[in-house]
């Protein structure tokens, strides 16, 4: 009765046993691609087709195009203000942002919705009108001028808007949310027993916040870097209400060239540069992201 | 479903049972036969492969090797609910947004059964587990014992043919987890349905189970009843894992009727009349239960032969009614015997250089080595 | 022998140069986080008083106060209320086929760790990261070469395209927070798979999915870029209507607009938050 030997009777034969799969089939999600290799992959393809492309007839292909668009210094001066608007962009919401962040983490929990809710609301309210709320407060009349001229400082009203600087700070009140939310996440999976130990071990406040938080924070600001340089080189709204005609960027430039001069060759070539820019961008941020995991997790 | 009505249970077998997750091998081999009616635990370390047992026999897990049968039939191609397992998993897994009166009917909902049959029969189950009082709460407002008898209830409901039960008590508190352990049982036994709990705690298994597997590495060391693995250790694993034995390595030579085993550095000798479950003669581990020794002042016995084991007395406490001494022996290695108190001889003092010997009749085992 | 009783210390308390460190620490860090917060809703509150100006134009501080603008929206503006309707139409409809394939595919793809799993739900969430302009436009192509020309669906299409992902990640997120153990036990009680979707994992993973459509709900009715290049002459969005309005002649109504929609997108925020907790889906 007691021993784990086999038992008399003959093993019966071996029929592969099922188990319980779990998983929804995968057929549910051919809808989706279906639409996405039909509306997303195939214009894709098909604008990088267009841009090989010398005519708008689609008669000669060619790198003429992109010849023309890297030939030409006006075409890279776009380009390089485009990515360096996001640049820009991107330094000014880690530096705006980060405190923010840190506030939020370190808030008491009631207090913590409410932040939430005022970090939320910007994020869904339409890009027009928190550019338009740009043009207000830059404009001659706006509220800037108008405490510049009251204070004396100033005799005339300054040309706020229309600058490039103007772009720059506009877009990084924009794009705000989109750097505070994932530093959040990612200040909140750090231990706070990292942080305990350090000062207990009697690094200062500062030294702490340097050699301790920021870098266990590198994920989210991969993260944040990530959505606001991809959607500040591609916020068309606010760089062209707040630009102006005196600045071009990428994504006018696009718009321009196919709806106003009906070059749809070229607008094409311009779409699938901004597009291999931010890819490529996306890939190395990544890239560092995947490294730098390394580290953060323990 | 009426107490009083007599429930056929079933019987479960594992004819060679293995499991791999790519090159590891988690069950290896597994021949088991449960009663029906039985309460079997499955006992051993973490990572020894009892759950990825039971979830084989609950057939949430497709075995890379070997089959099940319950009730005589093989099972390996049926889902859980056809096969008639019940599982209560470790973390009871009560539908959150759903009261314990809705969790409880689930499965009868599930299968379509007719209304005024499911409130009866959810009634009747909230009766049994003694949670009728809180059949409209949720889940979060129960504490863990209260949801675990909720989902104990659940399962019950569907009237399966096995109750599976993985580590049931890891969650509870010594307190609550006696009394679960009693309730459970009492259950078990009055519904007289076959039941497998998973378990790292051998004290609830020897105090529930009627039988208990020891596995150990995937491997099914022992299958016996408590008492059995107790006094009856099949391999050395059992002896040193099921209660606390003492083990020393060693020679064994003699005949039935008159073993000795020497120690390695040869200062030790016993002589023991049967020798078991390896009596040839060769390396060997002995392997004795604190309370099947006795200490002695003298090395030579009444016959003139020298028989014991060298130690000196380290630690001397009270425990109740016994006598528990520490004691290390002249290689380091430590030792520990149980004596009743006020028994015969005089109390042992740290720092004493006595002898341990095996009392007459005690059952110790020797394995090979 | 005990010691004998000495001459009390004083009690010792923190270092002064600790305390600057700490205080010069929690000042900066606070000031800064307020400099932040300000900017962040600076323009929101400009503008909504802004609407509220008496006079004909944006200046600031308005000179007077007054609801006359949002009288003139009311009453004068039956072309900015015909984009309102548009974009709502739009929005509605666009969010509406998303959830539908987004949930499905979330469903498929979750937890799943294959290759092709990961690059399907990789191009899903694709439009999160590339610029929105460049599918504009390339849709645009795509009608121009099918001969079919645009039209609301082909709005539709584009919107559909830009609000799945939004979706497809926050489902995502609820599915793999979803205990495991909850199906097994479902299935193991006799649950069809069918049947523990709609009694188990819909009901758990529905705020996850509200969350998702909301967002893209209010990134439909927002978006311009897509709707630039994808609208015909007769259907125009509301924020495209806006964007023409403020670089045309900074008609004041524009305010008005922005005041109507800032406190549209507060009070749904506000009852998304209450009925489904939507800043825990964000994160």
């Not at chain 2, 009743?340 to 007459?360: E, N, S, T, W």
């Not at chain 3, 072309?79 to 666009?94: D, T, V």
């Not at chain 3, 002459?233 to 670089?247: D, G, Y």
Request: charged letters at 15%.
């Amino acid at each position: 009765m007691s021993t784990a030997q086999v038992a008399t009777l003959p093993v019966p034969p071996q029929l592969p046993a099922r188990g319980l799969r779990l998983e929804a089939p995968v057929s549910l999600a051919l809808p989706l691609a279906i639409f996405f290799v039909a509306f997303v992959l195939v214009p894709f393809m098909l604008l990088a087709f267009v841009s090989l492309h010398e005519d708008n007839g689609l008669k000669t292909m060619g790198f003429a195009q992109y010849i023309k668009f890297f030939g030409d210094s006006f075409n890279l001066s776009v380009l390089g203000d485009t990515l360096l608007l996001g640049l820009k962009v991107t330094l000014l919401t880690i530096l705006i942002g980060y405190p923010l962040a840190y506030l939020y983490v370190n808030a008491p929990a009631r207090w913590q919705t409410l932040l939430m809710l005022l970090i939320l609301l910007p994020l869904l309210t339409s890009s027009v009108v928190r550019t338009f709320a740009w043009v207000v407060i830059l404009g001659r009349q706006g509220i800037i001028n108008t405490l510049l001229l009251d204070l004396g400082w100033v005799d005339a009203p300054l040309k706020l808007l229309y600058t490039p600087g103007a772009v720059t700070v506009a877009l990084a009140q924009i794009e705000l949310p989109l750097m505070v939310l994932p530093l959040i996440t990612s200040l909140m999976n750090v231990d706070p027993n990292l942080r305990q130990a350090s000062l207990s071990l009697g690094a200062g406040h500062w030294r702490t916040f340097m050699q301790v938080t920021v870098p266990l924070s590198v994920p989210g600001l991969l993260a944040g870097s990530l959505l606001v340089f991809a959607s500040a080189v591609s916020a068309f709204v606010t760089q062209t209400l707040v630009g102006g005609g005196q600045q071009i960027f990428m994504p006018f430039y696009m718009y321009q060239q196919a709806i106003q001069a009906n070059e749809y060759p070229f607008a094409a070539a311009i779409a699938m540069v901004l597009l291999l820019c931010v890819l490529v961008i996306v890939t190395v941020i990544n890239a560092i992201g995947r490294r730098s995991k390394g580290f953060v997790h323990a | 479903m009426n107490r009083t009505e007599a429930r056929s249970a079933v019987a479960v077998r594992l004819d060679g049972v293995t499991h791999r997750y790519g090159d590891s091998l988690a069950v290896d081999g597994v021949d088991l036969e449960i009663a029906p009616g039985e309460l079997v635990a499955l006992l051993g370390p973490s990572g020894c492969g009892k759950t990825t047992l039971l979830r084989i026999v609950a057939g949430l897990i497709a075995q890379t090797g070997g089959s099940v049968r319950v009730g005589g039939e093989p099972v390996d191609r049926l889902p859980p609910n056809e096969r008639g397992a019940g599982i209560v998993f470790q973390n009871y897994a009560l539908f959150p947004h759903m009261t314990v009166r809705e969790n409880v009917g689930y499965g009868l909902r599930a299968r379509r059964v007719a209304r005024d049959e499911i409130a009866r029969r959810v009634d009747e189950m909230l009766e049994l587990v003694r949670m009728s009082a809180f059949a409209t709460r949720y889940p979060r407002e129960l504490s863990g014992g209260q949801q675990q008898r909720v989902a104990l209830a659940r399962t019950l409901a569907v009237r399966p043919r096995l109750l599976l039960l993985d580590e049931p008590f890891a969650a509870l508190d010594k307190n609550l987890r006696l009394d679960m352990q009693i309730e459970i049982r009492r259950i078990q036994r009055e519904l007289g349905i076959t039941t497998l709990i998973v378990t790292h705690d051998q004290e609830e298994a020897m105090s529930m189970a009627d039988r208990i597997a020891v596995m150990n590495a995937g491997v099914l060391e022992q299958f016996d009843a408590p008492e059995t693995l107790y006094d009856r250790p099949a391999t050395l694993f059992v002896a040193g894992f099921v209660g606390t034995a003492n083990l020393i390595k060693g020679r064994l030579a003699g005949a039935p009727g008159s073993f000795v085993f020497t120690d390695e550095p040869g200062t030790s000798r016993i002589e023991i009349p049967r020798a078991g479950p390896c009596s040839r003669s060769g390396p060997v581990v002995f392997a004795a239960r604190p309370e099947h020794l006795d200490l002695t002042q003298d090395l030579v016995r009444d016959n003139g032969r020298t028989e014991g084991i060298p130690v000196r007395v380290e630690m001397v406490l009270p425990l109740g009614p016994s006598l528990v001494y520490e004691l290390s022996r002249r290689d380091g290695s430590g030792m520990k015997v149980v004596v009743p108190r006020g028994h015969d001889g005089p109390r042992l003092q740290v720092g004493d250089q006595v002898f341990a010997r095996v009392r007459p009749g005690a059952p110790i085992s020797f394995f090979s080595a | 022998m005990p010691d004998p009783i000495r001459a009390s210390k004083p009690i010792r308390s923190e270092s002064w140069s600790s305390l600057v460190e700490r205080r010069s620490f929690r000042t900066v860090m606070g000031a800064l986080a307020a400099v932040s917060l300000i900017l962040l809703l600076a323009p929101t509150v400009i503008v909504i008083i802004a609407s509220f100006t008496s006079a004909f134009s944006l200046k600031f501080p308005p000179p007077g106060y007054s609801t006359r603008w949002y009288l003139a929206l009311w009453n004068e503006s039956p072309e900015i209320i015909a984009a309102f309707k548009l974009s709502l139409q739009l929005a509605s409809i666009a969010t509406g086929i998303s959830v539908v394939l987004a949930v499905a595919a979330a469903m498929a793809l979750a937890r799943r760790r294959e290759q092709w799993a990961r690059g399907l739900e990789a191009m899903f969430l694709s439009p999160l990261m590339l610029p929105t302009l460049a599918l504009g436009l390339a849709l645009l192509m795509l009608v121009n070469l099918a001969g079919t020309g645009l039209s609301f669906w082909t709005l539709v299409i584009g919107h559909i395209a830009i609000t799945s992902p939004y979706i497809v990640r926050t489902t995502t997120a609820s599915l793999v927070q979803l205990d495991r153990s909850l199906l097994e036990s479902a299935r193991s009680l006799g649950a069809s798979g069918w049947f523990t979707f709609r009694t188990v994992t819909l009901p758990l993973i529905a705020p996850g999915i509200a969350a998702g459509a909301f967002i893209a709900f209010m990134y439909s009715f927002d978006n311009v870029a897509v709707s630039l290049f994808l609208s015909d002459a007769r259907s125009e969005v509301l924020p495209i209507r806006m964007w023409h309005i403020i670089e045309s002649n900074l008609d004041v109504r524009a305010a008005a607009v922005s005041g109507v929609l800032i406190a549209a997108t507060l009070i749904l925020m506000l009852v998304m938050e209450r009925l489904v907790g939507v800043s825990r889906h964000v994160r």
